[in-house]
């Protein structure tokens, strides 16, 4: 995978909508570690993509956000809705990886278990 400093866009095939257009790649373990720790807000269009990931933990956080969790495949296998400051998700075993979202986007996107994502690297 790519390496944390690079960027990627995230598209709901499916769906044929966006759900961020400038995501971070976190796929070294200080990079998944910190997370989105040190940011005081999430703008829609951004993200936060994490490999591996099958479960997130929010302590530490100021702010909720949506997570969508994906299998190799980038098929949807689990969801998290404004999952807020103090919580975890729940352990989705056939997840590689999750990408955060700001809250509301995958309400806004009707993005559902089953949906296709599509990576763009750059």
Do not use: W
């Amino acid at each position: 995978m790519a390496a944390a400093s690079k960027t990627a866009a995230y598209f709901n095939k499916t769906k044929g909508v966006m759900l961020a257009e400038r995501a971070r790649i976190a796929d070294a373990f200080l990079d998944r570690l910190v997370g989105l720790l040190k940011t005081s807000d999430f703008q829609v269009g951004d993200g936060l993509f994490i490999v591996p990931c099958n479960q997130i933990h929010m302590f530490g956080m100021k702010y909720a956000i949506d997570v969508v969790f994906v299998d190799k495949k980038g098929i949807v296998v689990g969801l998290a809705e404004r999952i807020g400051p103090g919580q975890m998700s729940k352990v989705f075993p056939r997840a590689h990886a999750c990408l955060e979202l700001p809250a509301g986007v995958i309400s806004d996107t009707s993005t559902s278990v089953g949906d296709e994502i599509e990576t763009q690297v750059f």
